[in-house]
């Protein structure tokens, strides 16, 4: 048996914010097992925690969806790190399959700093194709300097402006275009964002990932950094922005997002946010099924 601990991440308010399995005790378990535990607690995202290969590293993590492995997630980095940390504040070290992943937890609030910085990639910003995929007219797509881009920084999204809170919404996949679009991308999983306040409001669906929609996604919220720098929307110097996702599924999650832009490039993005407990237990280990 192993022990488990689920929390809610990216809110202080329980029963809100994304569900997250920490699986402790790991080492013995293969992925196909692993699989298996993240198909059974069926959350966006299961984390398993092993011991680190180097000593001076807090642990080393592996990151499932109930469907496949990721190198990198944001929500499970930021609850496993608050739970590792037993309320002290310092820092946590992750090896995530991604790489080391440094984790600075203060006052009951983790930040993660990026792994990797995202990169373009072509394909998936026909307009017209975007909004069939979504179920919205071809006006609500974009605004201003804001255009549809694929950004992969670990994982792979396809960002998408929305004109204003009523498109973002409404939006629901809609096939055979959603396939079509995921397709043309090259990616399952669709990041939707508008302003809203002095920040934005956002909804990340993948459906064909098993994931029908994330009610917050650290790993997006950080790549996000490249798709508003290249919308002119980050100076150069350091800017932080509030992101709400969640509303529309009623499990609202607030994230800090901090980019620092050095001559019109980026240089680092953090991404901040708390957890609150919500069970534990312990949970029977698979067969081996290989």
């Known amino acids: 048996m192993l022990d488990y601990h689920i929390c809610d991440v990216f809110t202080d308010r329980a029963f809100s914010g994304n569900p997250l399995a920490i699986v402790l005790g790991a080492d013995g378990l293969n992925a196909t097992q692993m699989q298996i535990i993240a198909r059974q607690f069926n959350l966006s995202e299961t984390i398993f925690v092993m011991a680190p290969r180097d000593p001076d590293h807090t642990a080393r993590v592996r990151i499932f969806l109930p469907g496949a492995e990721i190198p990198f997630a944001g929500h499970p980095t930021i609850g496993c790190a608050l739970h590792l940390s037993a309320g002290r504040d310092g820092l946590i070290l992750l090896e995530e399959e991604a790489g080391l992943v440094p984790v ?5 609030e983790a930040e993660f700093v990026a ?27 974009g605004w201003g300097a804001h255009h549809p881009g694929t950004w992969q920084g670990g994982p792979a999204f396809l960002f998408v402006p929305l004109v204003d809170l009523a498109a973002l919404a409404a939006a629901r996949p809609a096939e055979p275009h959603w396939s079509r679009l995921t397709d043309a991308a090259g990616v399952d999983k669709v990041y939707l964002y508008t ?23 650290g790993a ?12 002119g929307a980050l100076p150069d110097g350091q800017t932080t922005i509030r992101l709400r996702q969640g509303v529309e599924m009623g499990r609202p999650s607030d994230i800090r997002m901090t980019a620092s832009v050095e001559a019109g490039s980026l240089h680092e993005v953090r991404v901040a946010g708390r957890a609150v407990p919500i069970a534990s237990g312990r949970i029977r280990v698979p067969e081996d099924r290989r």
């Not at 600075?104 to 009951?108: D, N, S």
């Not at 394909?123 to 797509?141: K, Y």
């Open 195 to 217: 302003p809203e306040d002095q920040g934005y409001r956002a909804r990340m669906l993948a459906p064909t990932a098993g994931v029908p929609e994330d009610p917050a996604t």
């Open 220 to 231: 997006a919220s950080a790549i996000l950094a490249a798709q508003l720098l290249a919308a």
């Open 115 to 141: 792994p990797r910085l995202p990169v373009s990639l072509p394909g998936g910003t026909d307009a017209e194709l975007i909004a069939q995929a979504l179920n919205l007219p071809r006006d609500a797509i």
């Open 104 to 108: 600075r937890v203060r006052q009951g």
